[in-house]
């Protein structure tokens, strides 16, 4: 019988992280997909910054999640060789579901808005930290 060691991968090391297109590996390094940061930028600022196009309006994650589960939902249905019977419409039903929950949390962006809106009126109170 194998060891414990044997069952399961050796860790990561930060050099061996793939990031996805569009993320950037390091966020410390102010890149944000095409867009950048400024370092002199508030933290708020940048995390906003960071967030913004994972939950943009039109592209952002759960729009593509619910696209992708209207497709499998979709794809599920035409198929030909899987049989039609009430457990597979559940199935599909429940996928349906889930994708209008996730169009839903499109408007996670204008959460997105309000705190930069605070943030800004924050600073525009305060001053930035340079300026006291």
Avoid: F
């Amino acid at each position: 019988m194998p060891g414990p060691a044997a069952d399961h991968p050796p860790p990561l090391k930060e050099s061996d992280a793939r990031p996805h297109p569009g993320i950037p590996a390091h966020p410390d390094r102010n890149a944000v997909g095409r867009h950048r940061v400024p370092a002199r930028e508030s933290r708020p600022r940048r995390s906003l910054a960071l967030v913004e196009p994972l939950l943009d309006e039109y592209t952002g994650l759960p729009v593509q999640l619910a696209d992708t589960l209207r497709a499998l939902a979709r794809t599920i249905q035409e198929h030909q060789a899987i049989p039609r019977t009430a457990h597979l419409n559940l199935l599909i039903a429940e996928l349906r579901s889930a994708a209008w929950e996730q169009t839903d949390q499109h408007t996670l962006h204008y959460v997105l808005d309000e705190l930069r809106a605070l943030h800004d009126d924050a600073e525009s109170e305060q001053g930035c930290s340079r300026c006291r």
